[in-house]
């Protein structure tokens, strides 16, 4: 059973337009969605993260939305550049220390930037 | 000076062979986790150690045993490697408590069962 999903294994864009990523999950008791970037060869790196009492949250060209009635969220980058190549992940946790902070990641999209 | 290391970076044996991961961090953190990437690029987490105590522990065989012999380092140790235990393993760390999920992830071990 896959509680998050990324039905788009990879993504093409032109650099300086919008990048859309997507997100689904199916576990209503996730409270924390979380982007990571994943460059070959090497660990994910945090991009951005979202509380559920929030439905977005901006850090310069990256913004994450989140529609939980659909159980949805996406990052949107805008513009993007070339350096942006790479897998972005999903994530999700609920709260709970007997979650142990566990993280749940959806198969990854592959992003293209074309100059 | 990096926050999470592991070593080795790659690691090819032969089924059988018992094998081990190093991770280490210095970022402070109080917990610390394992993830395994299969061949499909799915990101699953095996193991959580909060202050040297195990609290997350999914259904991985016996054969991979973590040892955390205080806050900054987390080993796994596999027994009698197979191969589809062919994956990369990543290692992480965060501090819980604070309101952030946010995990730092070590740069991976590549291993290769022949």
């Known amino acids: 059973d896959q509680q998050v999903k990324q039905n788009s294994p990879s993504l093409s864009v032109q650099e300086g337009r919008i990048s859309i990523l997507n997100c689904d999950y199916t576990n209503s008791m996730f409270d924390y969605f979380l982007w990571y970037k994943k460059y070959p060869a090497e660990g994910p790196t945090f991009l951005i993260s979202?509380?559920?009492?929030?439905d977005k949250n901006e850090d310069g060209r990256f913004t994450v939305f989140l529609n939980k009635s659909a159980k949805h969220l996406s990052l949107h980058i805008v513009p993007s550049q070339p350096g942006d190549s790479a897998v972005y992940f999903c994530a999700a946790s609920a709260k709970g220390y007997n979650q142990g902070g566990k993280l749940i990641f959806g198969q990854g999209t592959e992003l293209s930037v074309k100059p | 000076d990096t926050a999470v290391s592991q070593t080795p970076k790659y690691l090819v044996t032969q089924m059988g062979n018992d094998k081990s991961i190093k991770c280490e961090q210095n970022?402070?953190?109080?917990?610390m986790y394992w993830y395994k990437q299969d061949s499909k690029k799915f990101l699953k987490i095996m193991f959580s150690?909060?202050?040297?105590?195990?609290?997350i522990n999914e259904t991985v065989p016996n054969r991979f045993s973590p040892k955390s012999p205080d806050k900054a380092h987390l080993n796994l140790h596999i027994n009698s490697l197979e191969l589809g235990d062919s994956a990369v393993y990543f290692c992480a760390s965060s501090q819980l408590g604070t309101g952030s999920y946010e995990q730092y992830f070590g740069p991976g071990t590549r291993l290769t069962v022949t």
């Open positions: 979202i509380s559920s009492i929030k």
């Open positions: 970022l402070g953190h109080d917990t």
């Open positions: 150690y909060n202050n040297k105590e195990l609290i």
